[in-house]
């Protein structure tokens, strides 16, 4: 019978492209990224000090992790943006003020 050939990847090849994305700026895979680094510091640190968790208590904390992160990207990004337009609403208004022949950093002349 047919069978389906599969092509393993090395969990190091994939954890380097998971984070080459995270690095792209790629707001899910730094999601995953952060979710599965807090993940597996949380299990090293529960072997360390004899706590134990069920493999579905660790699907439902990953599951908030992930959520968390997201919406922590979301509002940091909405906070970013908002210097963002200021400074392309500035810009729009110099260029708006030259293209009506006046220079907007410029002093204005004294008058007599």
């Known amino acids: 019978m047919g069978q389906t050939r599969i092509s393993a990847i090395p969990l190091s090849v994939v954890s380097k492209y998971w984070l080459w ?7 899910q895979a730094f999601a995953l990224v ?20 069920s493999e579905s208590d660790r699907e439902i904390l990953l ?3 992930l959520q968390q992160t997201e919406t922590a990207l ?16 500035e810009a729009r208004l110099e260029q ?16 007599e």
Do not use: C, H, M, T
């Open 96 to 111: 708006q003020l030259r293209d009506a022949g006046i220079e907007p950093w410029e002093l204005p002349e004294e008058r």
């Open 34 to 53: 952060d979710a599965l680094l807090e993940e597996s510091l949380e299990r090293r640190f529960d072997a360390a000090f004899g706590v134990e968790r």
């Open 74 to 89: 979301s509002a940091a990004v909405d906070a970013l943006a908002e210097p963002d337009l200021r400074i392309e609403r």
């Open 21 to 27: 994305q995270s690095y792209r700026g790629n707001k």
């Open 63 to 65: 599951a908030q992790r």
